[in-house]
C-alpha cells in the first residue's frame, strides 16, 4: 500500500529552486485589471512577469517551458492567514507594538505548503490575538527559500490588534483568589478598547517616551503602518471605527500630527450589519471565512451576502480562509462563496488578489497579472473559484512550486 | 418556553414556510406537469425544453411533447429540472445518534429521527432527498437505519424504506481497536448460542422462549412466526434443528442481527482505517453477510481499496474527499484523492454530505470533478450509485418514467457555486419553494429576524426558525412564552 500513496499522491512541492522561463498556454487569462484574454499566454522570465499577449496554441520558437491549463490568475493573497500560534505574541504586556511576527514564523511549517495547494503566493502573517496590540506583522511569499527573510515582501507591513473578548480570554479579576499572571487587565471589551486609546493617547500626548513600542505606534497613528483591528461583531465593528473617528477628531492627535491612522477592521464578520458606518468612514475590511450555518466567532452571524453588500456600499474587502488547510475552506472557495451571495466574478478575483495586495501595501509587486511583476501565478483546470476546479499548478517568483495530481489523467497540468 | 412547546411551535412554522399540504395534496393523487428549459434525467441525454408529468406521485412521462394538460403546471424555462441527490449514509437528524448500549441490533433511528430537524430542512434546501440515517459509531452492533425523504411531520410520512440495513462500527474512537473487533463478532457468537439453547431447551421441554414470546407480545403460532422460518436464507454457519423452533420464538433483541445472517438485511459497517476494513470483509463472511454489506469509510480506509475491490462490496466515502497523511520520515503532508483511488479500482463508491448546508452532495460532486473524475461518474456517486445502493435504484436517482416523482429545480448549473434549488418537487408535490423560504434569506442574506435568539433546534447552533415566519404568529408565540414562564 506504501507504493499506492507514494504513486498517486499530489507532488507537494517542485523540485527545482530556480525561476524558469515559463510560456503559460491557457484558455482564459484572468489579468484582475479588467483586461481579460480568451486564448492567451503568460510569458515569464527571471521570475517576473514578462508578457500577457494573445495567442494561445500557436506554435512558437521560445525555449521556455510550456504549461498548459484552463485559466491562469495571478497569485491569490491573504490578508487574513492564520498561520501562527500562541508562541506568537508576547503575552507580558497587553501592549507589545514593537514584537514582530517574523521572529516567530517557521519557514519548514506546513502550512506554507497547505496555501500553495490552495493558490495562494501571498500571505499576511500576524500574532494571534491575545494580545490588544500585539506587535508588527509581516507579509510573505508562501514558496521561496526556506528563510522567512528571504520570502519577505514588506517587513513590518502593518499593526495587529485586537478588538471583542479575544484580548481578554482568559484574564480574571484578582480578587477573591491569590493573583496570577492572568489576574490582570483587561477582562472585559471595555478593557480592551481603554488599552487601545490608553496607547494611543500617551503616545499622542508623548506620555510613553521610554516605550520600545512608541516609534510603531506614532507611525501608525500618522499613517505610515496599517492598523489591522480584529473585530468580529457589529459591537466591536463599531469601537474600532470610532476608536479610529475620535484620533481624527481629538486636538490631542491633530496637535501632534497623528491624527490620520488607517484602520483596517480584519475579521469582520458582520460588515454586513452596518456598511455604511464602514462607508462613511472608507474602512477597508478583511472577511473571515463563510461559515456553513450563519454563524461564526465570537457569536457573529455572517450573512453569505455579506460581500455583495459590502461591494454595493462601495466598502474595499478582501476575502479571507483564515489559513484553513480544508480543502473546502481555502481561499478560492470563499471566493466561491462570496459568488454565492451575489458577488460578480471579478468582484471575486480581486477580493482575493488585487485588494489584500493594496491593502498591504505590495500592491507594486503582487496583485495582478501584469509586465514586470512578480511571477506568481495560479493555474486553473476550469472557471476559478468554482467547486468544480482544483489549482493545478502554483508558481511563485516564477519556480513552480506546487503541482497538482489528476485522479484520472495523472498529470493534472499539460505540458 | 419549553422544549416540547419550542418544537411544537418550530414545527407548526416551518410547515408554514416550507409550504404546508392539505391532507388531500398529500395523498399523491394530484397530476403535476413541469415544464422546464432543460431536464437532466441522468437516464440518457438532457431534454431542452422538456415536460416531466407526474401521477401519483410517481413520473408518468419525460420528453419534448406538451403532454397532458388536465394536470397543475410549474412553467420555468428558465430553470433546470434534476433528480433529487440520494445521500447513502448519515448520522444526523436524530435525536441523538448513539445509544449506550454495545450490542443494540434491535434499536430503531425509527425512535430516533426527528422530524421538525434542522438537518431536514436543510437537505430540502440543497436538494437532497433521500437520506439513510444510520446510528453513529460508538456502539458496536448500532441497531436499524432507515431511508427517509427530508419532508413531512411523522416518521412513517417521511420513511422511504424501513429497516435499511444495521450499524455496525468496527472501530469506536477512544476505545481498543481489539475490544471493539470482540465485540462486534461476539454479538454474532451471542446469536448463535440464543439459537442453540432455543433447540436446546425445546429438546428438554422448555417452554421459556414462547413464553417470553408471548411476553414481548409476538405470537409464536401466527403463520409467519411458525416452525421452519427459524433461519433461512445461505448462512455459512447452521445452528442444527433450528427448523424446530418457530421463528415467533427467536428473542426480538436478537431477530434483526439474524436477519442480517440470512441475507434479509443490509449492513453499513463503519470502517476507520485499512485495518477495520479487513476485520469487516471477514466478519461479514464469517457470518454471510458480505452480499449485504456496505462499508462507511473514514480516514486512510482506503488504503483496503484493493480488498474492497476483491470483496465487490461498494462503499460510502468519508466526507473529506481528499485524505492527508503526515509521511512519518520526511513530515511532509501526503494528499490523495480517495474518489480517485475507488474509481481506479472499480469499486462502487457514493459520496456523502461534508456538512448539511454549504458543503452538501452537489458541492461534493463537484470537487470530484476538479479532481479528475468525469462529470456523469461524479454526479451518479450522489443520485444513481446511493440509491442502488441503498436498494431504491427503481425510485430514486433518475428522471425516468416510473420512478419517484421527486424534481429539483435550479437555476443554473447543478455543480456551480451560484446554482440553487429553486423548487423542490417530492412524490409530485411542491414542498419547497425558495422565495419563501424565510431561513434561506438569514442565511443568505443576513436578514435579522426580531427577537432572534437562540433555539433548541437538535443542532444547536441555528437562529430561530419560527420568530420570523410571520408577525401574527411571532406575537402569538411571544404571548404564550409569557404565559408559561
Known amino acids: 500500500m506504501t507504493f499506492l500513496s507514494v504513486a498517486l499522491v499530489a507532488l507537494s512541492v517542485a523540485q527545482d529552486a530556480e525561476p524558469r522561463a515559463w510560456t503559460i498556454q491557457v484558455e482564459r487569462v484572468y489579468t484582475g485589471t479588467g483586461r481579460n484574454l480568451e486564448k492567451g499566454l503568460v510569458l515569464v522570465s527571471a521570475g517576473k512577469i514578462s508578457a500577457v499577449t494573445p495567442g494561445a496554441g500557436e506554435e512558437d520558437d521560445r525555449p521556455n517551458d510550456v504549461l498548459k491549463a484552463y485559466a491562469v490568475t495571478a497569485g491569490l493573497v491573504d ?139 506614532v507611525a501608525a497613528l500618522q499613517g505610515k503602518l496599517p492598523i489591522f483591528i480584529q473585530a468580529w461583531t457589529t459591537q466591536d465593528i463599531r469601537t474600532a471605527v470610532f476608536l479610529r473617528e475620535e484620533v481624527e477628531s481629538r486636538p490631542e492627535f491633530a496637535a501632534a500630527g497623528m491624527n ?10 458582520e460588515a454586513w450589519k452596518e456598511p455604511q458606518l464602514l462607508a462613511r468612514s472608507q474602512t477597508p475590511v478583511v472577511l473571515p471565512p463563510f461559515p456553513t450555518a450563519g454563524r461564526t466567532r465570537e457569536n457573529s452571524q455572517m450573512a ?7 461591494k454595493d456600499a462601495g466598502v474595499p474587502f478582501a476575502l479571507s480562509s483564515h489559513g484553513s488547510g480544508d480543502v473546502e475552506q481555502r481561499l478560492a472557495n470563499q471566493a466561491g462563496y462570496a459568488m454565492a451571495g451575489g458577488l460578480g466574478f471579478e468582484d471575486a478575483l480581486a477580493a482575493v488578489t488585487s485588494t489584500p495586495a493594496r491593502l498591504l501595501g505590495v500592491e507594486d509587486r503582487v496583485g495582478t497579472l501584469e509586465v514586470g511583476k512578480d511571477a506568481d501565478l495560479v493555474l486553473w483546470s476550469g472557471e476559478p473559484f468554482q467547486p468544480g476546479t482544483r489549482v493545478v499548478a502554483t508558481i511563485v517568483d516564477g519556480v513552480l512550486r506546487y503541482e497538482g495530481w489528476n485522479a484520472v489523467q495523472g498529470a493534472a497540468i499539460a505540458r | 418556553m419549553t422544549t416540547t412547546m419550542k418544537r411544537a411551535t418550530c414545527a407548526a412554522t416551518l410547515t408554514a414556510a416550507f409550504l404546508s399540504l392539505s391532507p388531500e395534496a398529500r395523498a399523491g393523487d394530484g397530476r403535476l406537469a413541469i415544464k422546464v428549459g432543460r431536464i437532466v434525467t441522468l437516464a440518457g441525454p438532457d431534454i431542452e425544453n422538456g415536460t416531466i408529468y407526474i401521477e401519483g406521485g410517481r413520473i408518468v412521462s419525460v420528453g419534448t411533447d406538451g403532454g397532458r394538460w388536465d394536470a397543475e ?16 449514509h448519515s448520522t444526523r437528524g436524530m435525536d441523538r445518534p448513539n445509544e449506550n448500549i454495545e450490542v443494540a441490533p434491535f434499536l430503531d433511528v425509527r425512535d430516533s429521527i426527528d422530524p421538525i430537524n434542522f438537518y431536514f430542512e436543510d437537505c430540502l434546501r440543497q436538494g437532497v432527498l433521500a437520506i439513510n440515517v444510520q446510528q453513529g459509531n460508538l456502539c458496536a452492533i448500532g441497531g436499524q437505519g432507515r431511508v427517509v425523504k427530508p419532508f413531512g411531520l411523522t416518521i412513517e410520512d417521511m420513511t422511504l424504506r424501513p ?55 409476538r405470537d409464536p403460532d401466527k403463520d409467519e412466526n411458525k416452525k421452519g422460518r427459524a433461519m433461512e436464507g445461505n448462512a455459512p454457519w447452521k445452528v442444527a434443528n433450528l427448523e424446530s423452533i418457530p421463528r415467533g420464538e427467536v428473542d426480538e433483541k436478537q431477530e434483526p442481527l439474524l436477519r442480517l445472517v440470512e441475507g434479509k438485511m443490509m449492513a453499513f459497517v463503519a470502517c476507520d482505517g485499512a485495518i477495520s476494513v479487513v476485520q469487516a470483509l471477514d466478519i461479514a463472511r464469517e457470518n454471510g453477510f458480505l452480499a449485504n454489506t456496505v462499508l462507511v469509510l473514514d480516514g486512510d480506509a482506503w488504503k483496503a481499496a484493493d480488498r474492497i475491490a476483491e470483496a ?33 479500482k472499480k469499486v462502487r463508491f457514493a459520496l456523502q454530505s461534508l456538512n448539511s448546508s454549504a458543503q452538501s452532495l452537489w458541492f461534493q460532486a463537484a470537487t470530484c470533478v476538479g479532481y479528475g473524475i468525469p462529470r456523469d461518474e461524479a454526479i451518479a456517486a450522489a443520485t444513481k450509485v446511493p440509491a442502488d ?91 404564550s412564552d409569557k404565559k408559561k414562564d
Do not use: C
Not at chain 1, 490620520?260 to 464578520?269: E, H, Q, S
Open chain 1, 79 to 217: 490578508a487574513g492567514v492564520r498561520v501562527t500560534n500562541w508562541q506568537s505574541v508576547e503575552q507580558s504586556k497587553e501592549v507589545t507594538p514593537h514584537l514582530r511576527v517574523a521572529d516567530t514564523l517557521d519557514p519548514f511549517a506546513l502550512d506554507w505548503d497547505r496555501q500553495l495547494r490552495g493558490g495562494v503566493t501571498t500571505v499576511l502573517a500576524s500574532p494571534v490575538d491575545r494580545n490588544v496590540i500585539g506587535g508588527l506583522s509581516v507579509v510573505l511569499k508562501t514558496g521561496g527559500p526556506e528563510s522567512i527573510a528571504d520570502r519577505t515582501v514588506k517587513a513590518d507591513a502593518v499593526l495587529r490588534g485586537s478588538m471583542g473578548s479575544e484580548p481578554s480570554a482568559g484574564n480574571h479579576p484578582a480578587f477573591g483568589r491569590p493573583t496570577d499572571f492572568f489576574s490582570r487587565r483587561p477582562t472585559t471589551r471595555m478593557g480592551v478598547e481603554w488599552e487601545w486609546r490608553n496607547a494611543f493617547f500617551d503616545t499622542a500626548l508623548n506620555l510613553n517616551e521610554e516605550d520600545p513600542g512608541r516609534a510603531t505606534l
Open chain 1, 260 to 269: 490620520t491612522p488607517r484602520f483596517v477592521i480584519d475579521a469582520a464578520a
Open chain 1, 304 to 310: 453569505w451576502n455579506v460581500a455583495k453588500v459590502l
Open chain 2, 73 to 88: 403546471v410549474i412553467d420555468h424555462p428558465e430553470l433546470t429540472a434534476f433528480p433529487g441527490w440520494v445521500e447513502a
Open chain 2, 163 to 217: 429497516s435499511s440495513g444495521l450499524k455496525i462500527a468496527i472501530a469506536r474512537p477512544g476505545r481498543s481497536r481489539a475490544l471493539q473487533a470482540q465485540a462486534v463478532r461476539r454479538a454474532f457468537r451471542d446469536l448463535r448460542q440464543h439459537l442453540e439453547k432455543l433447540v436446546q431447551d425445546k429438546k428438554e421441554g422448555k417452554d421459556t422462549a414462547r413464553r417470553e414470546a408471548l411476553f414481548q407480545g
Open chain 2, 312 to 344: 465487490g462490496v461498494p462503499v460510502v466515502l468519508a466526507p473529506q474527499l481528499l485524505h492527508v497523511d503526515r509521511d512519518p520520515i520526511t513530515g511532509k503532508e501526503v494528499e490523495t484523492f480517495v474518489p480517485g483511488i475507488f474509481r481506479e
Open chain 2, 389 to 479: 445502493i441503498l436498494r431504491l435504484g427503481d425510485r430514486l436517482g433518475s428522471i425516468e418514467k416510473g420512478k419517484d416523482g421527486n424534481i429539483l429545480l435550479l437555476n443554473g448549473d447543478p455543480l456551480a457555486v451560484t446554482t440553487s434549488v429553486q423548487f423542490v418537487v417530492l412524490d409530485g408535490n411542491v414542498v419547497y419553494d425558495r422565495s419563501k423560504d424565510v431561513r434561506v434569506r438569514q442565511i443568505l442574506e443576513g436578514v435579522e429576524q426580531p427577537n432572534a435568539s437562540a433555539v433548541d433546534s437538535g443542532d444547536g447552533d441555528d437562529v430561530d426558525p419560527h420568530s420570523g415566519a410571520s408577525k401574527g404568529g411571532d406575537k402569538k408565540s411571544g404571548a
